[in-house]
């Protein structure tokens, strides 16, 4: 399964299947590095924070499946070792990257600010759980962590879906995450109970990871042109509130001089009630008649 060893999930494979298994993991692992790349290079000429969140998210993606392919094992360290908990704090880091990349792809600071305190305090405890995990060795710890990391992510999903009817981009961000979040629930949520539901593996999880990559990216630049086009909305709103602004600003100013000169007119000839309402009604531009009428 995928949580043995490297050396076991391989060891009965041909030297022919190795080679493909090998070329597939290269075409995966190069395809979502270019992507990172891709995403990273955009952030630095852009400067638009979307990109380097959704390059974490890619990154930390990666990494999750390079652990849990036996990779890291296999390359970096001589003696076997459990891959559980590295791979519920990898878990962690993925629930932290879709915080602040679904939180900015959904604009949900904007909407909702007091769920970025409620995801960070969730964050914090599934990290505290799977450093209690690693010094206790208690695995009811490990399925804690994985629970709460899941519902950080789950919570993005669910937030999706009722922006699903309202609005384009939320509508890319649901049918991306759909699968990959129902795979993630069974792996490290499900098994970790030692449940079997699913029996999903790091090769499910990762082929529906390379199909969200694609359709998150070209949601991205859809949500970039609808970002584009509220950004000039915004401004042309601007440029109309702030004409007006200037209208009654200079409409104001032309009342106040025009009050105070008919107050220096009042005290400098000494005017009666009589006159001063006559000047009063000149001022506003009022016809001989009508003012005639309203003295009688």
Do not use: W
């Amino acid at each position: 399964g995928s949580m043995e060893s490297f050396s076991a999930n391989y060891a009965t494979h041909d030297p022919s299947s190795l080679q493909r298994i090998s070329f597939f993991q290269g075409m995966f692992y190069g395809f979502s590095g270019m992507i990172a790349l891709l995403n990273l290079v955009c952030f630095l000429l852009f400067n638009e924070k979307l990109f380097l969140h959704f390059s974490l998210a890619i990154a930390s993606f990666s990494v999750l499946f390079f652990v849990g392919d036996g990779l890291f094992q296999a390359l970096f360290l001589e003696n076997s070792m459990d891959r559980t908990y590295i791979l519920s704090a990898l878990l962690t880091l993925v629930a932290g990257a879709t915080f602040l990349f679904s939180s900015h792809y959904l604009r949900l600071f904007e909407m909702l600010p007091k769920l970025r305190l409620v995801m960070v305090g969730m964050l914090g405890v599934s990290t505290m759980a799977i450093l209690l995990a690693t010094i206790t060795e208690d695995t009811l710890l490990v399925a804690l962590s994985n629970t709460v990391s899941f519902g950080v992510i789950g919570t993005y999903f669910v937030m999706g879906v009722k922006l699903f009817s309202k609005k384009n981009y939320a509508k890319f961000y649901v049918i991306a995450s759909a699968i990959p979040l129902l795979f993630i629930f069974d792996f490290f949520v499900v098994q970790s109970f030692g449940i079997s539901f699913l029996n999903t593996e790091i090769t499910h999880l990762k082929v529906a990871g390379f199909i969200q990559m694609l359709l998150l990216t070209y949601a991205i630049m859809y949500r970039m042109k609808e970002i584009k086009e509220e950004n000039e909305l915004r401004l042309t709103e601007m440029r109309i509130f702030m004409k007006r602004q200037e209208i009654m600003n200079r409409k104001n100013v032309e009342r106040l001089m025009e009050d105070v000169y008919l107050e220096n007119l009042i005290m400098h000839y000494d005017l009666d009630g009589l006159e001063i309402k006559l000047l009063q009604y000149i001022s506003e531009g009022k016809p001989n008649e009508k003012i005639a009428r309203k003295l009688k």
